[in-house]
Nanobody
Framework: QVQLVESGGGLVQAGGSLRLSCAVS?????????VAWFRQAPGKEREFVAA????????LYAESVKGRFTISRDNAKNTVYLQTNILKSEDTAVYYC??????????????????WGQGTQVTVSS
C-alpha cells in the first residue's frame, strides 16, 4: 500500500515559481518504483507533467514543461519535488502526485500509475 500527500500549491503571479512536494508513505521501500506528477485544469483531461524513478533518478517530462519544471527526489525523506518556474496562466490546475510499483521507461499515461494523492491547487494569475 502506498499513500501520497501533496503540498506546496498556491496562488502565484505569471513568471513566478512554486515548489510542490509529494510525501510518499509505503510499507516497504520496494512498494513503489516511479513517482509522477499529473495535472488537471477545469474542463480538461488529467495530463502527465513529469516522472522520476526512485532508484536511478531517471526523469521524464512533458514537452509543455521542459526547461521550466524540474522533478527531483529525496529518498531519505521519501519525498518527490516538482520545482515549477516561469509559471504561465495555462499551468493553472490541480496537481496530483502518483506512484507505480514497477520501473517503467516511458510511463506517461494516467492508467500507468496505481496510487494517487488528493491533489494541490496551483493558480497562476496573469
Amino acid at each position: 500500500q502506498v499513500q501520497l500527500v501533496e503540498s506546496g500549491g498556491g496562488l502565484v503571479q505569471a513568471g513566478g515559481s512554486l515548489r510542490l512536494s509529494c510525501a510518499v508513505s509505503a510499507r516497504t521501500f520496494t512498494n513503489y518504483a516511479m513517482v509522477a506528477w499529473f495535472r488537471q485544469a477545469p474542463g480538461k483531461e488529467r495530463e502527465f507533467v513529469a516522472a522520476i524513478s526512485r532508484s536511478i533518478g531517471m526523469t521524464l517530462y512533458a514537452e509543455s514543461v521542459k526547461g521550466r519544471f524540474t522533478i527531483s527526489r529525496d529518498n531519505a525523506k521519501n519525498t518527490v519535488y516538482l520545482q515549477t518556474n516561469i509559471l504561465k496562466s495555462e499551468d493553472t490546475a490541480v496537481y496530483y502526485c502518483a506512484a507505480r510499483s514497477d520501473f517503467c521507461v516511458q510511463c506517461r499515461q494516467r492508467s500507468d500509475y496505481n496510487y494517487w494523492g488528493q491533489g494541490t491547487q496551483v493558480t497562476v494569475s496573469s
